[in-house]
């Protein structure tokens, strides 16, 4: 056996998750008359509680299923209420290779604009240090020139005060 042949762990995560929900899932009539195959619960506890898959998996599976296009989710759920997903279609070898190409780069673009935010972040504060530099430099000018102007100088310097 070859690397090429040994399936990821996190397949074989969704490819199950997606199992169940699709043997659980039933056909609803939508809008317009519209026939599609929907699986109604709570994805957390599916995978989670009736998998007994850890805690983290939930947004890698949930995120992978998606990315591969295999559900879609119609309605979110909350609380009590449960979400609404499509069955798409199930996972299979190829659309995971190119779902996990997409999320690698997802993960590339989500680091550099983490960067870029840093770096903006820092820019501004330093913009906002040198502006109030440069307010205080320009309230010192005026009272400079008003105390020129007037031969007096401003009460707030104290200096001149007989």
Wanted: aromatic letters at 4%; glycine letters at 8%; hydrophobic letters at 35%.
């Amino acid at each position: 056996m070859n690397d090429n042949d040994v399936t990821p762990v996190m397949f074989d995560h969704c490819q199950r998750v997606y199992q169940v929900m699709s043997n659980e899932a039933q056909v609803k009539e939508v809008e317009g008359g519209v026939k599609m195959v929907v699986w109604e619960g709570f994805l957390t506890r599916l995978i989670q509680e009736r998998l007994g898959l850890a805690v983290p998996y939930y947004s890698s599976i949930r995120g992978h299923l998606t990315r591969m296009n295999c559900i879609r989710q119609m309605r979110r759920g909350g609380g009590n209420s449960p979400s609404q997903w499509e069955m798409l279609k199930p996972p299979t070898k190829e659309l995971f290779a190119n779902a996990e190409a997409t999320g690698n780069v997802r993960q590339r673009q989500r680091e550099s604009h983490t960067q870029q935010i840093a770096d903006l972040t820092r820019r501004v504060s330093k913009l906002e240090k040198n502006e109030q530099t440069l307010i205080s430099t320009i309230v010192e000018l005026q009272r400079t020139l008003e105390e020129h102007v007037t031969g007096k100088s401003h009460p707030d310097t104290g200096a001149g005060a007989a």
